[in-house]
């Protein structure tokens, strides 16, 4: 079964700081990979995602994330963290159901907090 | 383009009762997903439409259903409800080709069970 991991309830960073929100997945295959954030009473938007090709994948609002096989994870990156950055981030993969481009498989999400 | 809407944004019913939310996609999206959010589950996959026809359910009860119309536009219905249904129910839409599999979500509705 396809499932996400996120470690950790929260993460707190100061402003400047590079931040990094931790994500392993297990699935069945190759893997195709995905962040979310979600800010108050709104709904997620996706930041990134990696179906194949380089490890280091860039997204919206300078963050990027890392694949890496032999350690099955994701993890997301900012070299620079900023107040408004606070937000849950979710990292998620893609189920089991050929041909679809739905269903994706959620972590519990991550809770990141920059100070300033 | 024109988000995700959903509506309503907030909706309160009594147990028993049933309830129909609705969703239009993106423009031009042909696939749409719902999703279930509570504090305990977590984001949960209710299931997808493609044309018109559901192509993959989760792991919810029957009394949770969908359709999509010709315009792509969804609905989610929960019959008889109880208060665990209370969540935010997220829908979500995506295009094909290059931009396949990065899901565009609405708002949500809020959803009360009393």
């Known amino acids: 079964a396809q499932s996400v991991a996120q470690p950790e309830d929260q993460v707190n960073v100061a402003e400047g700081n590079p931040l990094t929100v931790k994500c392993t997945y297990s699935v069945s295959g190759n893997p195709y990979l995905f962040w979310y954030v979600q800010y108050p009473n709104r709904g997620l938007q996706f930041l990134l995602k990696?179906?194949?090709?380089?490890?280091l994948v860039k997204g919206s609002y300078g963050f990027e994330a890392e694949f890496n096989k032999s350690q099955t994870s994701f993890h997301l990156k900012k070299p620079s963290a900023l107040v408004s950055d606070s937000a849950l981030y979710f990292c998620a993969v893609r189920g089991l159901y050929g041909g679809s481009q739905g269903n994706l498989i959620f972590g519990k999400g991550t809770k990141l907090s920059v100070k300033p | 383009k024109a988000g995700v809407t959903q509506t309503p944004r907030y909706l309160i019913k009594t147990r028993g009762q049933q309830v129909t939310l609705s969703c239009s996609p993106i423009?031009?999206?042909?696939?749409v997903s719902w999703y279930q959010q509570t504090p305990g589950q977590g984001l949960q996959f209710l299931f997808e439409y493609f044309s018109e026809t559901q192509r993959n359910k989760g792991n919810f009860p029957g009394r949770f259903s969908g359709r999509q119309f010709s315009n792509s536009r969804s609905e989610m219905n929960v019959s008889t409800l109880e208060l665990g249904d209370s969540a935010l129910y997220l829908c979500a839409s995506s295009d094909t080709g290059a931009f396949a599999y990065e899901q565009y979500f609405g708002p949500g509705t809020r959803l009360t069970v009393t």
């Open positions: 423009s031009g999206h042909r696939s």
């Open positions: 990696y179906i194949t090709g380089d490890n």
